[in-house]
């Protein structure tokens, strides 16, 4: 079974919905990351999250919010998706040191 | 200028050959290098990590140059196997955050 699982794994929405991306992990790692990947660029970090009492944003968080609901769950919402947050979606982990591991990645698609 | 910069590629190499491509850096303080493998709609997975006196696994040698702030790698014998993007990344402070570059895409040939 995969260490980190991401849900769903492809996601078609339309303009102003909600929308929430989830992530479990079975690494027992404390850190937790949420990137997005487009065509072009690097990842970008969205959100990280080193312990279930701490969440911080990343260098892209604005009409993005998450929930680290346990250590091992880490879930990204949209509040009201736009199309220019079409992306590939990558929930990480990492176990302190700056290797990370990466779930399959949920491809979001907004109309 | 960009964090990183990497070429996109592709680079189109017959099996068998060696292949080396660079990547940049603009923070000088950094201090953690990889390199990450990419296959086409897949998550990045760690290649290996770059040490400041270079590291050779197996066919694959990465290189650190501070002085010029880049970093390289080098396979050699290339196999159909090799063919994906390779991801230059750093760490930018002590919390771990890393900096991604956009990756150099390798097609290797029959």
């Known amino acids: 079974d995969a260490d980190v699982t991401q849900t769903p794994r492809n996601r078609i929405t339309k303009t102003g919905k909600r929308i929430m991306l989830e992530c479990s992990q079975t690494?027992?790692?404390?850190?937790m990351y949420w990137y997005r990947q487009d065509p072009g660029l690097g990842l970008r970090l969205i959100y990280y999250?080193?312990?279930?009492?701490?969440?911080n944003k990343g260098e892209i968080s604005d009409g993005y919010s998450v929930s680290r609901q346990a250590q091992a769950k880490f879930s990204l919402s949209l509040e009201s998706a736009i199309p220019n947050q079409t992306a590939l979606y990558f929930c990480?982990?990492?176990?302190?040191?700056?290797?990370?591991?990466f779930g399959p990645g949920t491809r979001l698609t907004v109309l | 200028r960009k964090e990183v910069e990497q070429d996109p590629g592709p680079f189109n190499v017959p099996e068998g050959a060696t292949v080396a491509f660079n990547c940049t850096y603009s923070?000088?303080?950094?201090?953690?290098f990889f390199w990450y493998r990419q296959d086409c709609r897949k998550e990045p997975k760690l290649l290996m990590s770059v040490y400041s006196s270079g590291n050779e696994d197996g066919r694959f040698t990465a290189q650190l140059n501070r002085a010029s702030q880049y970093i390289s790698l080098l396979i050699r014998d290339s196999k159909l196997s090799d063919s994906a993007t390779y991801l230059c990344?750093?760490?930018?402070?002590?919390?771990?955050?890393?900096?991604w570059g956009a990756g150099t895409k390798l097609i290797i040939k029959p």
């Open positions: 690494k027992g790692h404390d850190r």
């Open positions: 990344v750093f760490e930018e402070d002590s919390n771990y955050q890393l900096i």
């Open positions: 923070n000088s303080a950094s201090q953690s």
């Open positions: 990480a982990t990492s176990d302190g040191t700056a290797k990370q591991f």
């Open positions: 999250s080193f312990d279930v009492k701490d969440i």
